[in-house]
């Protein structure tokens, strides 16, 4: 069974037929997804797709193209949310310097106060990071983010930025551009992430793996990434998606 760590199922390209999406991750072996809302609009149905289906769990935060909009309301929102036995972390939170949608002192502020609220609430916490990887790393080490660890998402990162969020109790996750021919540096990393620091995620409906690139993506193909990176460990799908599985729940602490 696989565990989606990284979903968007409520965004709109599911509103046709959301329901059918599900269905298919779990025909296609999916055992759980943890659905992401990271704003205002996304947080409520996020939430709410976790009240809906068991298997579903929610991660809440504010994702840094969002940051000018946080308000400490918001942030107060999100601790109250997450008291929630639906809610396992805190995200997706962090640094993002290519769509310049938020000033980037007010990313760094807004990050802040979130890894903050995650060591009060003893929660982990999910990295947004594009193009950002030092400031990234440097606000963890300096707000001691190591004492709730958590995922750095969609990883796309040397191993030397790997090795450094690994010595700050991160799990790496890696999504469909791990499936891609020309992902040289993923795969690189990949093979070297200790085993028991791997996730797979899909972060649907964005970044569709191989063979359906260019199509909108789902939970469903996670199993292209769990397929990818069990033959770049030379591990059999079942293993591969039996230890990332289990590095998953241990993070958001589900028992089986």
């Keep these: 069974m696989l565990f989606e760590t990284h979903a968007h199922l409520n965004a709109k390209e599911f509103d046709e037929d959301r329901e059918e999406v599900i269905a298919r991750a779990r025909e296609n072996g999916v055992s759980t997804i943890v659905n992401i809302g990271f704003n205002a609009e996304t947080i409520p149905t ?3 797709l976790a009240k809906t289906y068991d298997f579903i769990y929610a991660v809440v935060g504010w994702h840094p193209q969002d940051a000018k909009d946080m308000t400490d309301e918001h942030l107060e929102w999100i601790e109250e949310l997450s008291r929630d036995p639906k809610v396992v972390g805190l995200g997706e939170m962090g640094l993002d310097y290519y769509w310049d949608t938020s000033p980037k002192d007010v990313q760094a502020e807004v990050f802040r106060k979130q890894i903050r609220l995650a060591r009060k609430l003893d929660m982990p916490i999910i990295i ?6 030092q400031d990234v790393l440097t606000i963890l080490k300096e707000e001691k983010a190591a004492e709730v660890g958590g995922i750095m ?10 090795k450094q969020a690994l010595d700050m109790n991160f799990y790496i ?4 551009p791990l499936t891609f021919k020309n992902a040289k540096q993923p795969k690189e990393v990949a093979a070297k992430v200790p085993l028991d620091k791997l996730l797979i995620e899909t972060d649907c409906p964005y970044l569709t793996p191989h063979p359906f690139r260019g199509k909108r993506n789902e939970s469903g193909y996670v199993r292209y990434v769990c397929e990818e990176m069990a033959n770049i460990r030379g591990l059999s799908y079942e293993e591969m998606a039996q230890i990332t599985t289990e590095n998953a729940r241990r993070l958001f602490r589900l028992q089986p």
């Design 153 to 162: 998402h969609c990883f796309s990162g040397s191993w030397e930025t790997a």
């Design 46 to 48: 996020c939430m709410e």
């Design 128 to 133: 947004h990071n594009r193009d950002a990887h």
């Design 173 to 176: 996750s890696f999504g469909g």
